[in-house]
């Protein structure tokens, strides 16, 4: 009897190392950071199991030859911002965020503008994704929808408080949204970052 309470107790503490150890290993690899390479207009990550579960599990970038994945430079700095990738230009020297925004400000004049939408939406935990061939900056899909397992629900068109939209802008804008069957939504941007949403819906009289 004894022989057997010990063995038992022996499994538990056991057990209970085993556990640990997972759990420091999930932590350890919930805490990996990615290595990526500013590429003229993309940012390409290294080719790792970490870099694919940016992928996997909320859609950031899209899976290139080679298995590694490629970023728009939206995602790039959302994620640099988190502190989930680190950026190296082509002679391995790293980026900071000052920098990466002044390389991407050049390359997208209206980066800032877009990016504040993205990160709002992002951090609301939705996925947000460029929706160019349907003519409009982002599409959005439902919380918890992934691209593939259904449509995106909303375009959006990112402005600035200051900026002005004519008729002609606006309709276009509401044929697109129509044409391909989603909400139309204007983010607003102000001069601090913030942005307040406007959701368009046709309507017969």
Same mark, same amino acid.
């Given at each position: 009897?004894?022989?057997?309470?010990?063995?038992?107790?022996?499994?538990?503490?056991?057990?209970?190392?085993? !556990?640990? @150890?997972?759990?420091?290993?999930?932590?350890?690899?919930?805490?990996?950071?990615?290595?990526?390479?500013?590429?003229?207009?993309?940012?390409?990550?290294?080719?790792?199991?970490?870099?694919?579960?940016?992928?996997?599990?909320?859609?950031?970038?899209?899976?290139?030859?080679?298995?590694?994945?490629?970023?728009?430079?939206?995602?790039? /700095?959302?994620?640099?911002?988190?502190?989930?990738?680190?950026?190296?230009?082509?002679?391995? @020297?790293?980026?900071?965020?000052?920098? /990466?925004?002044?390389?991407?400000?050049?390359?997208?004049?209206?980066?800032?503008?877009?990016?504040?939408?993205?990160? !709002?939406?992002?951090?609301?935990?939705?996925?947000?994704?460029?929706?160019?061939?349907?003519?409009?900056?982002?599409?959005?899909?439902?919380?918890?929808?992934?691209?593939?397992?259904?449509?995106?629900? =909303?375009?959006?068109?990112?402005?600035?408080?200051?900026?002005?939209?004519?008729?002609?802008?606006?309709?276009?804008?509401?044929?697109?949204?129509?044409?391909?069957?989603?909400?139309?939504?204007?983010?607003?941007?102000? !001069?601090?970052?913030?942005?307040?949403?406007?959701?368009?819906? =046709?309507?017969?009289?």
């Amino acid at each position: 009897m004894r022989k057997s309470k010990l063995s038992k107790q022996k499994k538990k503490k056991t057990s209970k190392k085993e !556990d640990k @150890k997972e759990e420091i290993a999930q932590k350890t690899h919930k805490r990996e950071v990615v290595k990526a390479f500013f590429i003229k207009e993309r940012v390409i990550t290294e080719l790792s199991d970490a870099a694919r579960e940016l992928y996997n599990h909320s859609r950031y970038g899209s899976i290139i030859e080679g298995g590694n994945v490629r970023l728009s430079l939206l995602e790039s /700095f959302f994620l640099l911002e988190k502190g989930k990738i680190t950026i190296f230009d082509g002679r391995n @020297k790293k980026i900071s965020n000052e920098l /990466f925004i002044r390389k991407a400000k050049k390359l997208e004049p209206k980066f800032w503008i877009r990016y504040c939408v993205f990160r !709002d939406f992002r951090n609301r935990g939705y996925i947000i994704k460029t929706a160019l061939k349907f003519g409009a900056d982002f599409r959005v899909y439902e919380r918890g929808v992934k691209p593939g397992e259904d449509h995106a629900k =909303w375009i959006i068109y990112p402005v600035h408080e200051a900026s002005t939209l004519t008729w002609h802008e606006f309709s276009a804008k509401n044929r697109v949204a129509h044409s391909t069957k989603k909400r139309l939504m204007i983010g607003v941007v102000d !001069d601090e970052g913030d942005v307040t949403y406007y959701e368009i819906r =046709w309507m017969r009289p």
